[in-house]
């Protein structure tokens, strides 16, 4: 039976687990908030999901527990940080922090984040810069992975690498938050864990095996292909997947060439102020009339509607914030032996 809990006593749930792991509480409660947006923003693959593989990456000294970041370079509205595995939530909070401090007096602030922990859900990131009328970017990669052929090519080079804008309007933001590939790796990783597929077969450009045949999707090795809806268009995702690592790779200067290990993530974010370019009343009334026109167009058949990116992730946010956060079953029964190595208990369910 699928139990619904408070977002409070889910925050507090993870963050005592991560605390009980010794990591210092505030970079817990950083974490913890990410985990609960992931299951509220209803991207579970990156919420109490992968709990366990951050606990077990604590247990294995991959994700810090406390520490400090370095500063690389600070040139006022460009700044660069460098840490050890530091949890990429808390790295995320801070940047977040001081770009929301600086974009106002700069117009544009950029900073970039390299070798932190996974950040987890890019989505739950964008709405602090919206609600202030900013615009964002984001783009993650993990330099240790390769999971993503090159466009024409059978061996792995790059990842799925995700890449994220929030855009205000005068209503509900557009939130954008896709990977370059066909799917995350978080996606596949659950296909093969249940022994499933996708709906579609990978036969329309979803993996292919190491000698460039199509591949099943329960298959373990993950080699799937640049976005492009069909393996003839995969040069789009390509051109994209380069984009992301070029801005959060090579910009923050860690990357592939080092050949890192699988745990690391590096971090691209910028924040733009309209009022810095024609302003902020042109550009919500562009946006609101582009909006307002995607919304309008008539719905192909079978689909009901047009939606906006992001509009089904705030919705399914406020509802559950309103009647309580589903979780699993299947993904409380994987956290049973982490709830039982660090004596926490699963919080009360809300009726």
């Known amino acids: 039976m699928t ?36 299951e509220l923003y209803g991207h579970r693959t990156h919420g109490f999901a992968f709990l366990p593989a951050y606990l077990d990456r604590i247990e294995k000294g991959v994700l810090a527990r406390s520490g400090r970041y370095e500063v690389l370079s600070d040139r006022g509205s460009v700044f660069a940080w460098r840490c050890e595995r530091l949890p990429g939530a808390w790295m995320m909070e801070k940047a977040t922090a001081e770009l929301l401090a600086r974009t106002p ?6 900073a970039t984040i390299a070798n932190c922990s ?13 609600e202030k009328g900013l615009v964002v970017t984001l783009a993650v990669t993990n330099p240790g992975i390769a999971s993503v052929a090159p466009f024409g090519g ?26 370059t590939s066909v799917g995350s790796n978080a996606l596949f990783a659950g296909y093969a864990a249940r022994g499933g597929a996708p709906a579609r077969p990978v036969a329309a450009g ?41 801005l959060s790779l090579a910009l923050s ?6 050949k890192p290990d699988a745990f690391g993530q590096s971090v691209f974010i910028q924040a733009m102020d309209p009022d810095a370019f024609a302003g902020r009343a042109a550009f919500v009334a562009e946006m609101d009339h582009l909006v307002a026109a995607c919304r309008n167009s008539r719905p192909r ?40 190595r660090t004596d926490v208990s699963l919080p009360g369910g809300i009726a």
């Open 206 to 246: 979803w993996r292919r095996q190491s000698n460039g045949r199509p591949e099943r999707a329960q298959r373990i090795a993950a080699r799937h292909h640049p976005a492009g809806g069909r393996p003839d268009f995969g040069y789009k995702g390509f051109g994209f997947g380069i984009a992301v690592e070029a």
């Open 301 to 340: 058949p079978g689909v009901e509607r047009v939606r906006v990116p992001g509009e089904r992730a705030l919705a399914s946010k406020a509802q559950q914030e309103r009647d309580g956060v589903t979780v699993a079953p299947a993904t409380l029964a994987k956290l049973q032996r982490w709830m039982q």
């Open 3 to 38: 139990q619904r809990f408070t977002v409070a006593a889910l925050r507090a749930f993870a963050a005592d687990m991560l605390v009980r792991m010794d990591m210092d509480a505030d970079m817990a409660r950083a974490m913890a908030a990410r985990i609960v947006d992931a």
């Open 154 to 179: 059978a061996d792995p080079v790059l990842t799925s690498n995700p890449m994220a804008y929030g855009y205000p309007t005068s209503g509900v933001p557009v939130l954008v938050d896709q990977s």
């Open 105 to 110: 007096g700069h117009g544009v602030a950029t």
């Open 253 to 258: 200067g860690y990357g592939r060439a080092g």
């Open 118 to 130: 996974h950040i987890g859900c890019l989505q739950t990131y964008l709405l602090p810069f919206t």
